[in-house]
C-alpha cells in the first residue's frame, strides 16, 4: 500500500487544483464581468441564437484591458473591455466580433471550456508525479524535463481544441448568414490588435497554431463545403 501512496497523492491533489481553479475563475468573473448591453451586437448574437435554435447568448464584458475573448467552465462567454473598446472604436467589425463569439461558443460545446480546467489540473499533477519519479534518477534535471513535457502536451492540446472551435464557429456563422469571411479577416488582424501589449497574447495566439494555418484550415473547409454542395 505504502508504494502507491505517492501516486494517491498526486491524483489528490490534482483533484484539489481542479476545484481551486474553478473557484477562483468564477470568483474572478463575478466580481469582473457586467452582461454586455450593446445593440448592434445583441442583433449579432441574436443571429447566433436562432441558428442555434435558443432563446438568446448572453455575453459579457471583463473588465480587464488585453484584447481577448473567453469560454468560463460554467458556459458563459467573455470578451474583454479592451477587445470591446477595439469594436467601438471602429477597429473591428460587428461581424469580427461575432466570429468571436461563435468561437467561444465552440469551446463551450465542444466541451473545451470545462476540459481546460481538468487538464489545468491535470497537468500539474502529471508535472508533479514526473518531479518526483525523474528525479530520484536525474536530480535537478529531472525538473526540467518533466516542465517541458507537460508544456508539450499542453500546447499540442491547446491547439487541437483551437482547430476545432475554429470549425464549429465557421458552420454557426455560415447557419446565420454571417460568413466564415469575418473569422479570416480577424485573423489577419489580431496580431495588430494585441502588439501594442507586450506581454499580453490572446487566447488565439498563445500556444495556438499560426494564423496562416487556421485561415489555410478555413478555406479548406470552405472547399469541402462547397465540393459537397455540388455533388
Known amino acids: 500500500m505504502l508504494r502507491f501512496t505517492p501516486i494517491l497523492l498526486v491524483i489528490a491533489y490534482g483533484l484539489v487544483m481542479y476545484r481551486i481553479s474553478v473557484w477562483r475563475t468564477h470568483r474572478e468573473l463575478d466580481q469582473k464581468s457586467t452582461e454586455l448591453a450593446d445593440p448592434v451586437l ?19 464584458i471583463y473588465e480587464i484591458d488585453p484584447v481577448n475573448g473567453l469560454a468560463a467552465p460554467d458556459g458563459r462567454i467573455f470578451i474583454t473591455r479592451g477587445f470591446y473598446r477595439k469594436f467601438r472604436n471602429g477597429e473591428v467589425s460587428a461581424e469580427e466580433m461575432a466570429s468571436v463569439i461563435a468561437h467561444e461558443l465552440g469551446h463551450v460545446a465542444l ?15 502529471m508535472r508533479t508525479a514526473l518531479i518526483m519519479v525523474l528525479n530520484r534518477f536525474i536530480p535537478f534535471i529531472g525538473a526540467m524535463i518533466a516542465n517541458a513535457l507537460t508544456s508539450l502536451l499542453a500546447s499540442r492540446l491547446s491547439r487541437q481544441d483551437e482547430y476545432e472551435a475554429d470549425e464549429y464557429a465557421a458552420a454557426l456563422l455560415t447557419k446565420a448568414g454571417i460568413g466564415i469571411e469575418p473569422q479570416k479577416s480577424l485573423f489577419h488582424k489580431l496580431e495588430d490588435l494585441t502588439q501594442q501589449r507586450a506581454g499580453m497574447v490572446p487566447a488565439w495566439l498563445m ?16 472547399q469541402r463545403w462547397s465540393a459537397g454542395g455540388q455533388a
Open 42 to 60: 445583441k442583433r449579432m448574437t441574436d443571429r447566433l441564437a436562432a441558428a442555434l435554435d435558443i432563446a438568446r447568448v448572453p455575453v459579457y
Open 111 to 125: 466541451g473545451h471550456a470545462k476540459r481546460r480546467m481538468i487538464d489545468f489540473s491535470g497537468q500539474n499533477a
Open 207 to 222: 500556444s495556438h497554431p499560426k494564423t496562416g494555418e487556421r485561415i489555410a484550415a478555413l478555406e479548406a473547409l470552405e
